[in-house]
């Protein structure tokens, strides 16, 4: 599939994890990975333009025994551009299934 | 490809094309690398699926990922210096309060020592019997462990304290340079809960035996001197009160 049309929706993805609750970088890599056919390696740097684009916010919290980790939490920002896209991707998504759905009934 | 080759791929990279933070991205892919170590996975089958490391810094490259708030940074670090100095002045006088505290045990626990060994030097000890003496060295005893707790409680609290501000520090400059914050600490003294019991129990017992000691000692010393007012009976102030 087209790398760029699968990072918008990535994104998506992203932040619907977040909305759930605070995550560190690698938690939402493993998860994404195990439901995207993405490299693992594309999360951090979309982890960081969210940042940049004041959609997310990160802290640090100390675990027992290890470097202190880094949080990721969705700012106000965040949260209603999160609820926007989902509405808007759930309505998109919807009217293309049903074009493509009812071009393979067409065909039988 | 091997972690190593990977990481030295990918800070070269980030580093050609002055991506801000980049210790910080390192630093991602380091865990990353960890928690997949840890699950089982080779360092081959991790830095294949993480993605080509020249892709990947093209990726962190992007323009929108280069604004960065820090042409507010020499605002904070003057404003957080006019903090320093009215918290400095804050901090000298608390610990000189300690240090006050810290002085008065050690002048009780002198006084305990000169009333109990009977030394009065240079007459600056007030004329007494022993045993009233002996007894309010007992009251002073207490009251130099009392002293010598609110010390230790005082420096722990003051060590927080500072370490508290010190963090508040960090997450201000982190804030302006849009790095991530630690989370901040209290300032209640940082004390385990068995020390805590026993300054609070120590604290308790030579409150009560100051208090009673030092009440016993001026009843045996108005029932030895006779008076009430002992202390014009034994010519404490340089007059008696009899004349």
Same mark, same amino acid.
């Given at each position: 599939?087209?790398?760029q049309y699968k990072k918008?929706?990535?994104e %998506?993805c992203?932040?619907?994890?977040?909305h759930?609750?605070?995550c560190? *970088?690698y938690?939402?890599?493993?998860v994404?990975?195990?439901h995207i056919d993405?490299?693992? *390696?594309?999360?951090?740097?979309?982890l960081?333009k969210?940042k940049?684009? *004041?959609l997310?916010t990160?802290?640090?919290?100390?675990?027992s025994?290890?470097?202190?980790r880094?949080?990721?939490? %969705?700012?106000?920002l965040?949260?209603?551009?999160?609820q926007?896209?989902?509405?808007e991707?759930?309505?998109?998504?919807?009217?293309v299934?049903?074009?493509l759905?009812?071009e393979?009934d067409?065909?039988e | 490809?091997t972690k190593n080759?990977f990481?030295?791929?990918?800070?070269?990279?980030?580093?050609k $094309?002055n991506v801000?933070d980049?210790?910080?991205i390192i630093e991602?892919y380091e865990?990353?690398?960890?928690?997949?170590?840890?699950? !089982?996975?080779?360092e081959?089958e991790?830095?294949?699926?993480?993605?080509n490391?020249v892709?990947?810094?093209?990726?962190?490259?992007?323009?929108d990922?280069?604004?960065?708030?820090?042409?507010?940074r020499?605002?904070?670090?003057? /404003?957080?210096? !006019?903090?320093?100095?009215?918290?400095g002045?804050f901090?000298i006088l608390?610990?000189a309060? /300690?240090?006050?505290?810290a002085m008065?045990s050690?002048?009780?626990?002198t006084?305990t020592v000169c009333l109990? !060994?009977?030394l009065?030097?240079y007459?600056?000890i007030?004329?007494?019997?022993?045993w009233?003496?002996a007894?309010l060295?007992?009251?002073?005893?207490?009251l130099?462990?009392?002293?010598?707790v609110?010390?230790v409680?005082f420096?722990?609290f003051? $060590?927080?304290?500072? $370490?508290?501000?010190?963090r508040?520090q960090?997450?201000v400059?982190a804030?302006?340079?849009g790095k991530?914050?630690?989370p901040?600490?209290?300032i209640?003294?940082?004390l385990?809960?068995? !020390?805590?019991? $026993?300054?609070r129990?120590?604290?308790?017992v030579s409150?009560?035996?100051?208090a009673a000691?030092f009440v016993?000692?001026?009843f045996?010393c108005?029932?030895?001197?006779?008076?009430l007012e002992?202390?014009?009976?034994?010519?404490?102030?340089?007059?008696?009160?009899l004349?």
């Amino acid at each position: 599939m087209n790398t760029q049309y699968k990072k918008g929706v990535v994104e %998506l993805c992203v932040l619907s994890l977040l909305h759930q609750r605070d995550c560190y *970088g690698y938690e939402i890599s493993d998860v994404l990975s195990k439901h995207i056919d993405i490299a693992d *390696g594309t999360v951090y740097p979309l982890l960081r333009k969210l940042k940049a684009d *004041g959609l997310l916010t990160t802290y640090l919290q100390e675990e027992s025994g290890g470097p202190p980790r880094k949080y990721y939490k %969705l700012t106000e920002l965040g949260r209603e551009t999160y609820q926007n896209d989902r509405a808007e991707y759930l309505r998109f998504a919807q009217s293309v299934r049903k074009l493509l759905e009812d071009e393979s009934d067409d065909k039988e | 490809m091997t972690k190593n080759e990977f990481m030295i791929q990918l800070s070269g990279e980030l580093h050609k $094309r002055n991506v801000l933070d980049a210790a910080d991205i390192i630093e991602e892919y380091e865990q990353h690398f960890a928690f997949k170590l840890a699950d !089982g996975y080779s360092e081959e089958e991790i830095a294949a699926k993480l993605g080509n490391p020249v892709a990947l810094a093209i990726q962190f490259d992007e323009p929108d990922v280069k604004k960065q708030k820090s042409g507010s940074r020499p605002f904070v670090i003057a /404003g957080l210096c !006019g903090v320093d100095l009215f918290a400095g002045l804050f901090f000298i006088l608390l610990a000189a309060w /300690g240090l006050v505290m810290a002085m008065v045990s050690l002048a009780s626990a002198t006084l305990t020592v000169c009333l109990f !060994g009977g030394l009065n030097l240079y007459n600056l000890i007030p004329t007494m019997p022993y045993w009233c003496g002996a007894i309010l060295a007992l009251s002073f005893a207490a009251l130099t462990v009392l002293l010598a707790v609110g010390c230790v409680y005082f420096a722990a609290f003051l $060590r927080q304290l500072v $370490r508290s501000f010190g963090r508040f520090q960090h997450n201000v400059l982190a804030g302006a340079s849009g790095k991530a914050m630690l989370p901040s600490l209290t300032i209640s003294p940082q004390l385990s809960p068995a !020390g805590k019991r $026993r300054l609070r129990s120590a604290a308790l017992v030579s409150l009560a035996l100051f208090a009673a000691c030092f009440v016993l000692s001026y009843f045996v010393c108005s029932v030895s001197a006779g008076s009430l007012e002992f202390w014009h009976t034994w010519g404490w102030f340089g007059y008696t009160g009899l004349n």
